[in-house]
C-alpha cells in the first residue's frame, strides 16, 4: 500500500474541487464565462482520473481488476490502428448508418400516421411494444437474418432508433393548440403548408430529443450486436474478446473510445438542436 500517492491524489482532488467551487461562484460575463463553464467539467474530469489513479496504485488494486488511467492511456497511444479500426466498423458504418435510417424512418412513418387516424390507433401500441424489446433478444435474429458483418448491427440499431423517433415526432406533430390550427384554416392554408409552417416547427424540439437519445441508444445496440456474432473487428467483438484475454486495459480503450465518440455525436447533434430551436425558451436561456 502506498500511502503517499494516495495522500498526493486526495489533496489534488480537494484542491480542485475547491478551485471548480470558486469559479462557480464568481459572477463573470462574456467569454470569461464561457471559458468558466469549460474548464469547470474539464478539471471535474482531470480530479476523477487523478484520483483514479491515486486509489488503484494507492490500494495496489490489481490491473486485471482496475487498470490505472496511466496504463488504459498507454494502450491507447500503442493501439491506435486497431481501435481506429474497431471504430470505422463500429461506429462509421453500423451506428451512423443505422441513426440515419432509424430515424429517418421513424420521421416519414410518424407523418404518414398524423395523416391516418387508422395507423395512429393500431401502429403507435404496436410502436411502444416493440421499443420494449430487449436489444440481447433481438441482435440474434437480426445476426442469423443479415449476417455477421455489419448489416446486421445496422439493423439492430435502425429497430432500436426508429420508435423513439416514431413517437417523439407523432407527440411533437401533436403539440401546436386547436387555436393555431384554426388561425392556419382561416389564411386558407392546405395540409402540407400548415405542415411545414406551423407543426414542424413546433415539433422540432421532441425530434431533436428522439435524436440526442438516438444518439446514445444507436452506439450501445451496435457496441451490444458485436457480441452475438461478426468479424475479427468491431468495439463489441474487441471487448469481448479481450475480457477473455484478460486484457482488461484494451477493454478500458475502447470504452473510452466509445464515450468520446458518444460524447462527441451528441454534443454535434445538441448544437445543432440550438441552430434550428433558436426560438424554444430553453435555448434562450441558455440550456440544451
Not at 32 to 37: L, N
Not at 90 to 103: E, N, P, R
Not at 130 to 147: E, R, T
Request: proline fraction near 5%; aromatic fraction near 12%.
Amino acid at each position: 500500500m502506498n500511502i503517499s500517492i494516495l495522500i498526493a491524489a486526495i489533496v489534488f482532488w480537494l484542491a480542485a474541487w475547491a478551485f471548480n467551487e470558486w469559479l462557480v461562484r464568481r459572477k463573470l460575463t462574456g467569454a470569461a464565462d464561457r471559458a468558466a463553464r469549460l474548464a469547470v467539467p474539464l478539471i471535474f474530469g482531470m480530479t476523477i482520473l487523478v484520483l483514479w489513479e491515486g486509489i488503484v496504485r494507492g490500494f495496489n488494486v490489481p490491473s486485471v481488476l482496475l487498470p490505472p488511467p496511466s496504463m488504459i492511456w498507454a494502450r491507447l497511444i500503442s493501439s491506435v490502428p486497431t481501435l481506429w479500426a474497431d471504430f470505422r466498423q463500429t461506429f462509421l458504418k453500423s451506428v451512423l448508418v443505422g441513426y440515419a435510417l432509424g430515424c429517418g424512418l421513424g420521421f416519414l412513418v410518424a407523418i404518414l400516421i398524423d395523416r391516418s387516424p387508422f395507423l395512429q390507433k393500431g401502429l403507435l401500441p404496436l410502436g411502444n411494444f416493440v421499443s420494449a424489446l430487449p436489444v440481447i433478444g433481438v441482435a440474434p435474429i437480426m445476426v442469423m437474418w443479415f449476417g455477421f458483418d455489419w448489416q446486421s448491427k445496422v439493423a439492430v440499431v435502425v429497430i432500436m432508433t426508429f420508435f423513439p423517433m416514431l413517437v417523439n415526432t407523432v407527440s411533437g406533430l401533436a403539440a401546436t393548440s386547436h387555436m393555431e390550427r384554426d388561425l392556419m384554416r382561416t389564411y386558407a392554408a392546405e395540409w402540407f403548408q400548415t405542415l411545414v409552417k406551423l407543426r414542424l416547427p413546433a415539433a422540432w424540439p421532441f425530434i431533436f430529443n428522439a435524436l440526442k437519445i438516438n444518439s446514445t441508444l444507436a452506439l450501445i445496440g451496435a457496441i451490444v450486436a458485436e457480441f452475438f456474432g461478426t468479424p475479427i473487428v468491431g468495439m463489441g467483438f474487441r471487448i469481448s474478446t479481450e475480457v477473455g484475454r484478460m486484457n482488461v486495459d484494451m477493454v478500458w480503450a475502447e470504452i473510452a473510445v466509445a464515450a468520446v465518440a458518444g460524447s462527441v455525436f451528441y454534443g454535434i447533434v445538441a448544437l445543432i438542436e440550438r441552430v434550428v430551436t433558436f426560438w424554444h425558451p430553453s435555448v434562450r436561456g441558455g440550456q440544451t
